[in-house]
């Protein structure tokens, strides 16, 4: 199962996502694309199933079409339509409860009266509870849980997916914690989160060890064009990382893009330059 990783501060979001679709034990893909990035706002990641239904589309496609049909461009919108939709679609799956739970994970920024930009974490599941932990088995409708961040002093740390131990949530927490008290940056928490990840796949074969990251700064408050770049995180534009391993020198393969009723997929880019630019 795939495990996300998110973490909101007042600065920035970080999102990472393994890239493994697996079917019980067996491997179907290592480089999937579960992250979808709207406009300037966030991105919609999920964990759960791989498909909807033997003959559907693939969940990642799944999420493009939906918010480009609702032409969302705020992270509240996608929510709402996510919620709806899936409620409807989940219903018609040929399989059993057990086997229907799922969980989309919303990151990012909403602007609130002032105009002010406050950065959230979103879920929208059929089968968590309200402290974000698995249900054995899927209800039949989707809800939806917000956490605002709005401490000054303080970020957050969320995960979706498979089993992240609550002994390595408080490291990480305590990584993040002392890392901030020296001034590092989303390059430095974008390898954190990788490492964790990749720690958990060690262990968990449904995780894997192929990643996909995505840094986004504040949204903007005034209209304009939207575009998303394969880059190192930090600066004014999202970016995203194709993080593989061992380092792969070639192409980034990065998230599906979504700003009303314009989508992107199948987002390929040039070459990083180096490792570190990576991880």
């Known amino acids: 199962m795939t495990l996300v990783l998110a973490c909101v501060t007042l600065l920035y979001v970080t999102a990472v996502a393994d890239r493994r679709l697996s079917r019980g034990s067996e491997v179907d893909e290592d480089f999937a694309t579960k992250a979808v990035v709207i406009c300037d706002r966030g991105a919609v990641l999920y964990s759960g199933i791989a498909r909807l239904g033997p003959t559907g589309p693939r969940m990642d496609d799944w999420i493009v079409q939906i918010l480009a049909s609702h032409k969302v461009v705020t992270l509240s919108e996608a929510a709402k339509a996510l919620r709806v939709e899936a409620t409807a679609s989940f219903r018609r799956l040929p399989y059993a409860a057990t086997h229907r739970r799922h969980a989309f994970m919303i990151v990012g ?3 609130i009266a002032g105009p002010t930009r406050q950065p ?3 879920v ?3 089968a968590l509870d309200d402290e974000w932990n ?3 088995t899927s209800g039949d409708e989707f809800r939806v849980r917000v956490l605002v961040q709005q401490d000054t002093a303080k970020f957050s740390v969320a995960t979706i997916g498979a089993n992240f131990p609550q002994a390595k949530l408080s490291w990480m927490r305590r990584s993040l914690r002392r890392g901030f008290a020296r001034g590092i940056g989303p390059r430095s928490v974008i390898r954190l989160s990788a490492n964790a990840i ?3 796949a060690a262990l968990d074969p449904t995780v894997g060890k192929n990643l996909l990251a ?6 903007s408050l005034e209209g304009g064009s939207r575009f998303l770049l394969a880059s190192a995180p930090g600066g004014a534009v999202p970016t995203y990382l194709d993080i593989r391993m061992p380092f792969d020198r070639g192409t980034q393969h990065g998230p599906h893009f979504v700003c ?3 989508a992107v997929t199948g987002v390929v880019t040039g070459s990083l330059d180096s490792s570190d630019d990576a991880t």
Do not use: F
Not at 214 to 219: L, T
């Open 134 to 136: 698995w249900l054995s």
């Open 214 to 219: 995505v840094y986004v700064p504040p949204c």
């Open 109 to 111: 920024w909403q602007v």
């Open 260 to 262: 009303g009723d314009t």
């Open 198 to 200: 990749r720690s958990v």
């Open 124 to 126: 929208v599941s059929n």
């Open 120 to 122: 959230v974490i979103a």
